[in-house]
Each structure stands twice: as structure tokens, then as C-alpha cells.
């Protein structure tokens, strides 16, 4: 596994939720660093008011800088500034930081088992507007707290568990996020399937009552699947694709999801 170093990205579609969690279960090592440039599409054909389906369609176009360093052994942090576009309504959304910790890393059995601790935060940058289905977030402050586990079998098999608390102000539900990933690593590639869900509390409902609405009050829950496939070209350069689809949920949207991105690694040694 040590010759196995690569950034699988995190990448942000729409305020409703965050492809494949906002961590994974992996490190970069003291000193190394890693970039990523993404871009993507989302073709959502349905539209969720409340649990109940309108016909109401949106394509969001989205681009993503991101980054990880690795500050010692067992910690992390990164930044994230994703672009949104979904019709006239175009901009920065929220700028993201996050602090991953390993607490605690054991052989167990055939592979190695971690337990991670994480805190984030996030802000809007952007101007963006609220107040119809072309919305590219909530303009909320948040502040999040996340616990992973992470088994990893030497075979290059793993497993990754994370849920936590997301604190949201400005009138935003909070929500309780879980995201499960399956997958596999090897010296060049890298695979992973994953479920995605999240649970706001109370927040109103679009087109219910009373109008007019407030659309940071609105709770959205929703159902995702989708997987990653990575290839890596050298010790610094590697590139990745992935596919998501939102299931069902409550005022979030329906549909495909695509990606592609490039990956720069940043080496200490």
C-alpha cells in the first residue's frame, strides 16, 4: 500500500449533498500534498416538493478546486471551492475546510482498521441568489463534525463508514449525513462504489405553506449512488471519472450525475 499515493476528489454538486462524503478513509503522509481540478454535469429530469414528484427538470454544470496536505502522519486538512452554473444563476458557492485526525489504527485480521475524527466548516464566497429550482445552495454558515471508519484489507480491498452532525445556520435544517464505500486500490488503479444518504430536521417544504417561501428553510433529504474509477500515469499524475444517481429524497432532485478531473500529487520524498 505504500506505493499506492493518490487523491481520490471529493467533488460538491448542489447544497442537498456532497458526492462520496466530505472525507474519505485515506492519508497523504507527512509533507505530501495533493490538487485537484473537476468538472461535471448533473441531468436531473425530476424534481422532489416535498416526497412528492413534479416533472420540473434542471442541468447543473459544476467545476472544483481542491486540495489536501498532509501535516503529520495521522492528519490532514483540505480546501474546496466549487463553481456552480444552473441556468442564469452562476457562481463561487461555499468555500470548504476540513481537519481529518486518525485516532486510532490496529492490524485486525488480514488489514488494517482506522478510526477518524473530522471538523469542517464552510461559508458562502459567492453572490449567488436563492428563491427557485436554478438555486446553487442555501447561503448558509455550517459547521461539521464527522467520525470515520476505515478497514483496509492488504489485498487493496476497503471499506469506509462515515456519519456525523452538520450544524447549519441562517435558518438552514440541520441534517445527519451517512456515507457508505466499497472498494479496491491497486499500484495504478483505484475503484469504489458508494451510498450516500442524509436526514434534515423539520424545514418546510417546497410549494407548501405558508408563501412566501424561504428557501433556507426548505429540509432536504436524499438517497445517492454512485462509483469512481481512478487511474493513476506516474508517482504525480493521475486522472479519474465517476457517475452518481440520486434516487429519491425530499426537495432535492432526481437524476445522472457525471464527472471527470485531474489529480497532481505533490511528494515530500
Not at 440541520?174 to 495504478?188: A, C, E, I, R
Not at 504525480?236 to 457517475?243: D, E
Amino acid at each position: 500500500m505504500k506505493k499506492l499515493f493518490f487523491l481520490i476528489c471529493v467533488l460538491f454538486f448542489v447544497s442537498e449533498g456532497f458526492s462520496q462524503g466530505k472525507i474519505d478513509g485515506f492519508y497523504r503522509g507527512q509533507g505530501n500534498a495533493t490538487a485537484v481540478l473537476g468538472f461535471g454535469f448533473e441531468d436531473s429530469k425530476e424534481y422532489f416538493a416535498g416526497a412528492e414528484k413534479t416533472g420540473l427538470s434542471r442541468s447543473l454544470y459544476y467545476g472544483n478546486l481542491y486540495g489536501t496536505y498532509g501535516v503529520t502522519k495521522d492528519f490532514d486538512v483540505s480546501l474546496s471551492l466549487p463553481y456552480l452554473m444552473s441556468n442564469k444563476n452562476r457562481d463561487f458557492q461555499d468555500i470548504q475546510l476540513f481537519a481529518k485526525y486518525r485516532v486510532l489504527e490496529k492490524t485486525l485480521g488480514k488489514g488494517s482498521f482506522q478510526i477518524s475524527l473530522a471538523a469542517g466548516f464552510s461559508t458562502p464566497v459567492g453572490n449567488y441568489t436563492i428563491g427557485g429550482l436554478n438555486d446553487i445552495g442555501q447561503r448558509a454558515t455550517i459547521v461539521d463534525g464527522r467520525a470515520v471508519v476505515h478497514y483496509h484489507l492488504k489485498t487493496g480491498w476497503f471499506a469506509t463508514l462515515q456519519s456525523g452532525y452538520s450544524l447549519k445556520f441562517e435558518k438552514v435544517p440541520n441534517s445527519v449525513p451517512v456515507t457508505l464505500k466499497l472498494g479496491k486500490t491497486d499500484d495504478k488503479w483505484y475503484y469504489d462504489f458508494y451510498y450516500e444518504y442524509q436526514h434534515s430536521f423539520g424545514g418546510i417544504d417546497y410549494r407548501g405553506t405558508p408563501p412566501p417561501q424561504n428557501f433556507k428553510e426548505f429540509g432536504v433529504d436524499y438517497h445517492k449512488l454512485g462509483g469512481t474509477v481512478y487511474r493513476s500515469f506516474s508517482k504525480r499524475f493521475g486522472a479519474y471519472i465517476n457517475l452518481s444517481y440520486s434516487l429519491s429524497g425530499r426537495n432535492t432532485f432526481q437524476g445522472l450525475g457525471y464527472g471527470a478531473g485531474l489529480v497532481y500529487n505533490f511528494r515530500k520524498n
